[in-house]
Each structure stands twice: as C-alpha cells, then as structure tokens.
C-alpha cells in the first residue's frame, strides 16, 4: 500500500516568499516527509525568500528562476540534473497581476499589463514543465506537477484578470497532462480558499471573499492557514495519486459544492 513516506525523493518548490506563503508550508511539510528540496525565486523577492528558507526545518538552497527569462529555465535544469540526475515533483506557486488588472480595473487593464499576467501566472507553468519534463520522467516514482489555482469556475469580484490567468493556468495543466502522461509525469492542480498572503494584500475584495468562505464553507474556513492547503499538494506529490492526473482538486472546506449566501449556513 502506498504511503506519504517521501524519504529520499527530491523537489523543487517556487514561489516561496515568506513563512505565510502556501509554497513555504509545503516545502516545510515535504521536508518533514522525508524529502529533499529546493526552492526557486529571483531578483529582490530571492532575499526575503531566503529568509524564509532559513526557519524551514532544514535549511535549503534558493535557486534563480525569472519565469520571464527563458535562460533561466534551462540553468534550473542543468542545476538539478548536476544535483540530483532525476526530479520527483514540482510546486508552481507562481503568480503576478498589476494592480491595474485587478480590484475592479478589468475594463481598463492594457495589453502589456495582461500579457505580462499571463506569461507570469499560466504561461510560466508550461515553460517550467516543459524544462524539468526530462528530470521528471526520469523519477523512478513518476513526476508529479503540482499548481496553485482558485476557483475559477465563476467571476470571483476583485480578482478581475487574475481569475483569467487561473482559468487559463486550468487549461494549461490539462494539455500537460495530456502531453507528459505518456512519460509518466502528472499535472494537477490544487484550488485553494483565500488565505492571508502576500499577493491577497494586492486584491481590494479579499476581505469580503475571505468573510464569505469563513460563513459558508461547510467544513469552515480559516484565512490564517495556510495549512489548509497543504495536504492536498502532498497528496498530489505523493505515490497516492500515482493514476490522478489533469484534476483539479478544491482545498477550500467545501464552498465550491455549494450556493453560498441563501438563507443561513447549516452551523
């Protein structure tokens, strides 16, 4: 029988900023698994991601990774192939919207800003998948690819271009799945509820939606835990899901399954 056991495996985590970050408690919790990892970030946020590196249980290195600079992909590989010859899974926790993509703009939002959005946000997860597929396909385990989303099923208010860029992300996990399923590598995603982050300070409705999820969400919902989200990721990471690939898999207590905001919740 198959179990979480993750000694001896090797992982590459993105997007880790700081200790609230999805991406930090996930490396934290892959490392309590028993697996190596390694993180990615680039430029100004590589210091702050740093910092976070050194309060995870074992310390680990921060590679560069601009997801705009095509170099950058290939550096990432030739460093874990010289590092570890074969890769077990990733963690694509990478997203960008201006500020004139979300919080009410979307009418207004220009080209370049919408563009730059999808290349960070969906675009990247391609790039990244097509660059680590041949370390990937040579885990003995099978490679596993692992995103972030919302969900994005319905028009989120606030989350304007970003809701674009995750419904997008969607549909680029599931023609990887397509593609590297035949070298046995998955892609599936986790959507998860909204969490105090980083990037959350950037959505002007975040507090209503966050309200939302906490009054209705049939499980309940804590915008303070990240950890929330993490056991789908590992389960995901994990030899569990060694025949689930292109799924979407909904960390957020419930809400999707329901209409929230008709009469009162069953508490």
């Not at 590989?77 to 926790?93: F, K, Q």
Request: proline share 4%; hydrophobic share 45%; charged share 20%.
């Amino acid at each position: 029988m198959s179990t979480c056991d993750l000694t001896g495996r090797h992982y590459l985590v993105t997007g880790v900023t700081n200790q609230e970050s999805i991406a930090w408690h996930v490396a934290a919790a892959l490392q309590r698994a028993g697996a190596e990892v390694v993180l990615s970030s680039f430029g100004r946020t590589a210091r702050i991601a740093r910092k976070a590196a050194a309060r995870l249980p074992c310390e680990p290195d921060v590679l560069e990774l601009d997801v705009t600079d095509e170099d950058d992909f290939a550096r990432l590989a030739e460093e874990l192939r010289g590092r570890w010859g074969a890769l077990d899974g990733v963690l694509h926790s990478v997203a960008y919207a201006p500020a004139d993509a979300v919080s009410g703009a979307f009418l207004e939002t220009p080209a370049a800003g919408a563009l730059r959005g999808f290349q960070v946000s969906a675009y990247s997860l391609q790039r990244l998948a097509a660059a680590l597929a041949p370390l990937l396909t040579a885990s003995e385990h099978g490679g596993s690819i692992v995103g972030v989303t919302v969900d994005s099923s319905r028009a989120l208010p606030g989350y304007d271009w970003m809701g674009v860029f995750k419904s997008t992300l969607e549909a680029v996990a599931r023609y990887l799945a397509l593609h590297l399923g035949p070298h046995g590598v998955r892609v599936n995603l986790v959507a998860a509820g909204p969490l105090e982050t980083l990037s959350a300070q950037g959505i002007g409705s975040f507090e209503a939606l966050a309200e939302h999820y906490e009054r209705w969400a049939p499980l309940g919902w804590d915008r303070t835990d990240p950890g929330q989200v993490v056991g789908a990721v590992l389960f995901l990471l994990s030899d569990l899901a060694a025949h689930t690939t292109g799924q979407i898999l909904h960390a957020d207590g419930g809400l999707h399954a329901v209409a929230g905001g008709i009469g009162e919740p069953p508490r």
